[in-house]
RNA sequence: GCCCCCGUAGCUCAGCGGAUAGAGCACCGGCCUCCGGAGCCGGGAGCGCAGGUUCGAGUCCUGCCGGGGGCGCCA
């Protein structure tokens, strides 16, 4: 079932083919309709006619009776689109019968490799790599949603230099007492003990330099220690990720040792491409189009003057494998918005060696910084940045919190409340970060993103869980309702009579589901599907509020609105869900 | 110095070249024997500045101002 709007641009375009082929309808959502298409405007233009004139005969040319019940042109040259409650009552019945809510699979599905959280081995994970795992795991999500083939990317830091000196402080502290401190998550504790031995202690940091070409040379002891450090900060990960609620496993995992057996060949490539330059001792590839501060070119340094591989040789090997192995016709880089000149000189330089083909996208989806009240980035007290489990942990306890002063978790016992507590918090920790434009900063701010007014997690949470309990008590006054099940309800679907403007505003609602994830999708941008989540709660909130469901005026009626919240009740919880955020059955 | 991102209501944010720039919070005023008031209805208040492109600019271009970030061997 194509979408309301896109069955009308359909049509429309077709009506516009017979003026001007290709002209494109520029259907907008229209406050002074359900939609208005402004096409003619430009398309007059073009013409060399009045605008209200090529209205007019798109008008006259489009087949719309079975869709709308009033076209106008109106103003300039906008021609405004009612569509009729018929039609509306037709497709809400359509989307409710469909298990997919109206949503298709893309027609040509894709291999999309997504690469987000990237947290450093032996290094603790902080709200900067919040963004990334909640913004990726919702891409993830959606793009699962369409049908798309996506292949998860952990681009995990498990290699490099500061691996000499963890692995000769594990060796001093010995395996034991390194894993013990590992395996409870203290990171911090060992990264920065390893940090001031090699700070403060030359003899240290001389074995380290050793034991860093020990690790690069595979030597089988001390490859085995850095596999103990790996394989304990993944482990730890994994319970960051629990937490979470991500769909990131250690099956996700790819981290930079990975490519390590590939960086040889990617220096010798780009030399037999007469790419390689030799610079101060490094080698490097200049890209077009970057300059440094003297407004000379700016290198890519694939290749270090002591022989070592830079990471733009690593980040050149990811793509190479993204599309030669894993055969992805997509690439997506979660990546904080600093890194953007990095990524797009590698993407630049990959061109140039012809590892990027036509018909392989590359898009670095950047995202701005988490901020405190003081509107710089965000940090303890102390001044050190945020644990991301403590701030978890804060978030859960603080939904635990509010739901004990609203007094709404008295019916609910202990292990109910613990795992609502969870969503909650998560959910809102989650909402808060997915529903601003990605491109921003943003002000991180408790008591607004736990707050069950305006756009939050908690909100859209709570709409939901209304209807649900709407459906408790259906099932406690007529049994018949409680057997029918939550989700077989959508099967009375045939029973939805669109009547009131409250009913059709919603129906509509509704029927924007669909396009919501495509544009979302689209411009890789969870906000998109935020926005209209929170959009058909509210519109939702004004049907409650004048449309009686339970004490519906007659059975057929009650029956109706029973389906239609049904389906709004699936669209949030599913809608929700592709955002990563768990959607209680009460709360 | 060069490059990138951001600048919309008191605050936090939407706005895909189109009509009168939208929400939420806060504030003010209404509603309600309310299926979960964690509600509903209404009100005031805004595009950093200056040019330009366009029939039409918050949106595109240029310059300036303000904030953040980046700028060769860390990742």
Sequence with gaps: MPGVAALLSERLQSAFDTLMPGSDPVLRPSDRADFQANGALALAKRLGRRPVEVAQAVVAAARLDDLCERVEVSGPGFVNLVVSTAFVQRSVRTMAEDHRLGVEPAASPERVVVTYSHPNVAKEMHVGHLRSTVIGDALCRMLGHLGHDVVRENHVGDWGTPFGMLIEHLADIGEEAAVAELSVGDLTGFYQAARSSFDADDAFKERSRRRVV??????????????????????????VYAKLGVLLTDDDVKGESFYNSMLPGVVADLDAAGLLVKDEGALCVFPRGFTNREGDPLPLIVQ??????????????????????????????????????????????????????????????????????DHRMLRTRAGTSVKLVDLLDEAVSRAADAMAERGRDADLDAEERHAVAHALGIGAVKYADLSTDRVRDYVFDWDRMLSF??????????????????????????PTVAEAGTHEVAEQASAIVIATPEERALGLGLLGYASAIQDAVEASSPSKLCAYLYGLATTFTTFYERCPVLRAPDEATRRSRLALVETTARVLAEGLGLLGIEAPERM
């Design 214 to 239: 020990l690790l690069q040379s595979g030597d089988p002891d001390t490859l085995r220690m850095w596999r103990v450090l790996v394989e304990h900060s993944i482990t730890y990960f994994d319970e």
């Design 304 to 373: 270090k003057s002591d022989g070592g591989f830079g990471y733009a040789a690593t980040d050149l090997a990811c793509i190479r494998d993204r599309v030669d192995s894993v055969r992805a016709t997509r690439l997506l880089y979660v990546v904080g918005a600093p890194q953007s000149q990095h990524l797009q000189m590698c993407f630049e330089v990959a061109r140039m060696a012809g590892w990027l083909p036509d018909g392989v996208t590359v898009e670095h989806v950047a995202f701005g910084s988490v901020l405190g009240a």
């Design 453 to 478: 007014e305006g756009d939050t997690g908690p909100y859209l949470q709570y709409a939901h869980a209304r209807i649900k309990s709407i459906f408790r008590r259906a099932a406690s006054d007529a």
